[in-house]
């Protein structure tokens, strides 16, 4: 049902620096901020990202967002082993689908 | 430190309503203008927005679960909870309560198992 949409994996070694995209329409990346979720397995979700590349405290600078028409992106830079987790993004939706969506979400693997 | 934390059958058998309750602590449920949210995750899945409340009671839900979905607001306990009625085995997921949109502040998450 997600009609944000994201690639399922992504990897890197320690230090490295990795992107995630998230790909939308114009209903809802294009017109709204884009949110950023990180999620360890077998915890619940925690805000990494909010209105498109804002950082809530205690957040690490490493993790950036980015947001261009109706795609966005997550940067995760030195990656770090503690950084293995599943990532979503998420956006208002002003479409039927709305009004709040998540992306697909992106397992994030340290090499 | 705002903590929630849900609460409720984790068995519950076709057709039934499956009823939640989160419990917020460390804050206050009418103040702050925070919507209150119901999350849901399917096993190895992503996430699915359920709908929220808003303190003053009004309520939005996602549209593809809207025919069975109530969210209600008791602010004299601090508490918000989630009726989903006619379920069936596609409902089985853990349940997660949250503040915001977006959610800041997360519940552990409840599993909730529909089956006879």
């Known amino acids: 049902q997600s009609v944000l949409t994201q690639p399922p994996s992504a990897s890197g070694t320690p230090g490295q620096r990795v992107t995630i995209s998230c790909s939308g329409s114009?209903?809802?990346?294009?017109?709204?901020?884009v949110y950023w979720y990180q999620q360890v397995p077998g915890t619940a979700p925690k805000l990494l990202i909010y209105?498109?590349?804002h950082r809530p405290s205690g957040v690490p600078d490493r993790f950036s967002g980015s947001k261009s028409g109706t795609s966005a992106s997550l940067a995760i830079s030195g990656l770090r082993s503690e950084d293995e987790a599943d990532y979503y993004c998420a956006a208002w939706d002003d479409s039927l689908s709305g009004p709040y969506v998540f992306g697909t979400g992106t397992k994030v693997t340290v090499l | 430190q705002v903590q929630l934390q849900e609460s409720g059958p984790g068995l519950v058998k076709p057709s039934q309503t499956l009823s939640l309750t989160c419990t917020v602590s460390?804050?206050?449920?009418?103040?702050?203008?925070?919507?209150w949210s119901w999350i849901r995750q399917h096993s190895g899945k992503g996430l699915e927005w359920i709908g929220y409340?808003?303190?003053?009671?009004?309520?939005y839900y996602n549209p593809s679960l809207k025919s069975r979905v109530n969210i209600s607001v008791d602010t004299s306990k601090n508490q918000f909870s989630l009726k989903l009625s006619s379920v069936t085995a596609a409902d089985t997921a853990v349940y997660y309560c949250?503040?915001?949109?977006?959610?800041?502040?997360w519940g552990q998450g409840t599993l909730v198992t529909v089956s006879s």
């Open positions: 409340i808003y303190h003053s009671g009004s309520t």
């Open positions: 949250a503040r915001g949109l977006p959610a800041d502040y």
């Open positions: 209105s498109n590349n």
């Open positions: 460390g804050g206050s449920i009418s103040s702050g203008g925070y919507y």
């Open positions: 114009s209903s809802n990346i294009g017109s709204n901020y």
